[in-house]
């Protein structure tokens, strides 16, 4: 089955540091790959996504490059504020299964001034 | 954008009680929804998949019976914890992709923080 496999937390930056946050997958087919953000008390949100290989998604600074030779879509951006501060999900979407998407656990960011 | 709306945001309810939250699609049809509970370690657990006009489809080890699910039109889903115990409290989402919208990402509804005395 799918699985993805993403960077354990919790990461601490100081602002304006460079942040990666490495994301793995399995899946049969081809997947969609998205990451979400959850701030504090809230639910997900779509922070970016890619829909097939090279594609690259970005949005508010971040950026993520779906690799499929080395299954990955790490997320990256290059200088981080504390406004980023949030846990991050990497997750996929296989066509077949009606939107039925397979997260990672979570990565837990903390940006200090 | 597609808004998913949930209510209510937070809840306490005395044991024994059922509670209901619902899940709206706002400006979309959902003919799925998904139902996550959120751990304190922040990881999402499928609880199960809402379809309209059908019954629900349970993850593994999810009691039907005490988690009740009905997708009665293509905007509404409603989860209902019956029998509510202190060991259900917990962190509640509901999502849904855009019906015919290819490689649609899922929209999340803020959630229902659910606190059971």
């Known amino acids: 089955g799918n699985s993805v496999t993403q960077m354990e937390g919790p990461v601490t930056l100081s602002e304006e540091a460079f942040l990666t946050i490495n994301c793995t997958y399995t899946a049969t087919g081809y997947p969609s790959l998205f990451w979400y953000v959850q701030y504090p008390g809230e639910g997900l949100q779509l922070l970016l996504k890619a829909t097939k290989a090279d594609d690259k998604g970005s949005n508010k600074g971040f950026e993520a490059t779906y690799r499929k030779e080395t299954t990955s879509f790490h997320l990256e951006k290059g200088s981080v504020q504390v406004s980023d501060s949030a846990v991050y999900f990497c997750?996929?979407?296989?066509?077949?299964?009606?939107?039925?998407?397979?997260f990672g656990d979570g990565t837990t960011l903390t940006v200090k001034p | 954008g597609a808004v998913v709306s949930q209510h209510p945001s937070r809840v306490i309810c005395k044991s024994g009680t059922s509670v209901k939250i619902e899940c709206r699609s706002l400006d979309f049809q959902a003919t799925t929804m998904f139902w996550y509970r959120q751990f304190p370690k922040q990881s999402l657990m499928l609880m199960a998949t809402?379809?309209?006009?059908?019954?629900?489809?349970?993850e593994q080890g999810v009691e039907k019976d005490k988690f009740l699910i009905n997708h009665a039109s293509l905007t509404l889903s409603t989860l209902t914890v019956t029998s509510a115990h202190p060991e259900d409290s917990s962190f509640y989402i509901c999502?849904?992709?855009?019906?015919?919208?290819?490689?649609?990402?899922?929209?999340f509804g803020n959630g229902t923080r659910l606190t059971v005395t």
């Open positions: 997750a996929l979407s296989d066509s077949t299964n009606a939107g039925k998407s397979t």
């Open positions: 999502s849904a992709p855009e019906v015919g919208a290819r490689n649609s990402p899922l929209h």
């Open positions: 809402s379809n309209e006009g059908s019954k629900a489809t349970y």
